[in-house]
């Protein structure tokens, strides 16, 4: 294997890892909060279609950003209110955000467009286009440094680059201010931030509409970057392999950033390794699509080690009076 087609692999994980790690930084947040959320496929599902029709109907890739976010919002804050304001399972809360996100996609988008749920083809503005890094273009002839800074590095959407600096900014915001250590203490013991005088509501509610934002990224990216269009049922599962990856991070913003790279080098080495001979015996091509999958059971079945999430995590706060 030699390093274009090294560098032509990374490219590919890094792409495919993109929506993967908003959802997960997604997930991140609201779980630190003490919010379970497993809606978080139907959020990136909504966000996907929303952003993909507002940027058909506009013609603005931007817009449709601010209709996939405002989307992903909306069922945030509608898991907000049952699982914060009424104290319901989080769990059924989640599971009925996705049933309702891969219905109203398929039927509004057949009504809209009339192409079976499907959006027009994105083109031109109404998609997010590759940016060339300075010096990019003059360092392609260099060995080894050209290949990974004009390839590898520079040529990927804004959106790429938003995530990765996500997770810097997730770290800080989690574990550098003091928004951040009262979301995680609210998380671990609401009571004693309750008692400290702090909004246990406010502080659940702030991680929920984050992970709201950040899951309209995801689905907008999934839509329009990776993609050219909305298609059904085009989020496969990402959201629950996000929840997976959020697992094996522990909870915590640089491991998931490696998880994810980790579920996009393998989807981009099933994608295009589609016939692999091993001594005579040819690898089924389902079964190298199935690589992300499988590492998804082989994760929720603990080989990670003792991964311990929040101890308030998916109870409802009641007030002591």
Known sequence: MDLMTIVQILDSALRLATPLLFACLAGLFSER???????????????AFLSASVAAFSGSVWIGLLGGIAGSVFLALLHGVAS????????????AINFLAS???????????????????LEGAARFQ????????ALRGVPVLGPIYSDLIS???????????????TWWLLFRTRFGLRLRAVGENPESV?????????LRYSAVLICGCLCGLAGTYLATGLAAGFVKEMSAGRGFIALAALIFAK??????????????????????????????????VQFMQALPYILTVVILAGFVGKAIPPRAGGEPYVKER
């Open 194 to 202: 309750d008692t400290a005088g702090v909004s246990v509501i406010r």
């Open 130 to 137: 590759e940016i060339t890094l300075p010096f990019a273009d």
């Open 33 to 47: 909060s003490g919010i379970f959320d497993i809606g978080l496929e139907g959020k990136i599902l909504a966000s």
């Open 103 to 121: 219905g109203f996609t398929v039927v509004i988008g057949e009504n809209w467009f009339g192409l079976g749920g499907r959006t027009p083809q």
């Open 84 to 95: 914060i304001t009424f104290r319901g399972n989080q769990l059924i809360s989640g599971v």
């Open 251 to 284: 909870w915590r913003p640089g491991y998931a950033l490696m998880a994810c790279l980790l579920f996009g080098l393998l989807e981009a080495i099933g994608n295009r390794y589609q016939n692999i001979d091993i001594g005579g015996f040819q690898v089924p």
């Open 155 to 169: 040529g990927h959407s804004i959106l790429v680059y938003v995530g990765l600096l996500a997770v810097l900014g």
